[in-house]
């Protein structure tokens, strides 16, 4: 299934792709993509209903973040190992983890705001691992029952602030609209091997990104397991699992954001985003 959430931000309604990838609406039968929905029951309960008897939603509607009510957002750093050799650190010994405010969590296709004071706004095309099943403790045998799906963040970062700045990393990754998520959640079930996936980032055409989850130090079964020795996961977490090189920071020179590009990413059998950089006043 592809498990999506549209409308206004703040007030979206539940969605469903059909075979024809026509936006049907769900909210007949569940209140929002989130919490219990996600659990494995709540999908059996989903995958019951045929598509095609649902509503159908006319036009083009804003496209939401397809997991509503997030708990936290995980995020991993320097998880490629081609990243970090384009980044010129070592591979991290064990997963580097980080958070990104939930409130940073927007649309797929919402405007990216350009921070104030910012000179060094960066992309990272990320694999997400949504949570279905509470994780604590979990052995990597196990991890997988507790993936309800997976989605494309857009882990938007300011260098200075990550880097340059006093303290952790939290604060190059929080900004209003940092966390574009979506289109949709597809469900583990359609995704045959998540270590196997191409994944690209274009700005203003130009593709930086072009790379595949193949490269990933730690892959989402370890993650799963890694991150639930440390704090519980519930249904509707996030885990943002690192980027592939070809990231602004990346380039010689380096090249960042600035008002008024055009972003498109997407990974392989889980869609695309596209963003549009603007003024955080605009």
């Known amino acids: 299934m592809k498990l999506l959430r549209y409308g206004e931000a703040g007030a979206e309604k539940p969605g469903i792709l059909d075979a024809e990838g026509r936006l049907r ?3 007949d039968h569940v209140g929002d993509i989130s ?3 996600l659990t494995p029951e709540g999908l059996a309960s989903l995958s019951a209903i045929d598509p095609s008897s649902l509503p159908l939603v006319e036009g083009a509607p804003r496209i939401g973040a397809c997991v509503g009510n997030i708990g936290k957002m995980v995020c991993v750093g320097l ?7 384009e980044a010129g650190m070592d591979i991290p010994p064990e997963p580097i983890l980080f958070f990104k405010a939930t409130s940073a969590i927007c649309g797929p296709n919402d405007d990216i705001r350009i921070p104030r004071g910012s000179e060094k706004t960066d992309w990272e095309v990320e694999l997400g691992i949504v949570i279905g099943k509470p994780a604590s403790y979990v052995d990597e045998a196990d991890a997988m029952d507790h993936v309800a799906g997976y989605c494309i963040v857009n882990d938007v970062s300011e260098r200075a602030f990550q880097i340059e700045r006093a303290g952790q ?3 190059g990754k929080s900004a209003d609209t940092f966390g574009p998520t979506g289109p949709w959640m597809v469900t583990a079930d359609e995704v045959a091997d998540p270590q196997a996936l191409a994944m690209w980032l274009e700005v203003d055409g130009h593709r930086y990104q072009n790379g595949s989850t193949a490269t990933m130090v730690y892959g989402v079964r370890h993650l799963v397991s890694y991150i639930s020795q440390f704090m519980s996961l519930q ?3 996030i885990i943002s699992t690192g980027t592939p090189p070809g990231v602004g920071m990346g380039q010689k020179p380096p090249v960042y954001l600035r008002e008024g590009q055009e972003i498109a990413c997407g990974i392989e059998g889980l869609g695309t985003q596209r963003q549009r950089t603007i003024a955080w006043n605009a």
């Open 235 to 237: 249904p509707g977490d």
């Open 79 to 85: 998880n490629y190992a081609d990243h970090a050799a």
């Open 25 to 27: 609406d769900l909210s």
């Open 169 to 171: 990393w939290v604060k």
């Open 35 to 37: 919490g219990a929905v």
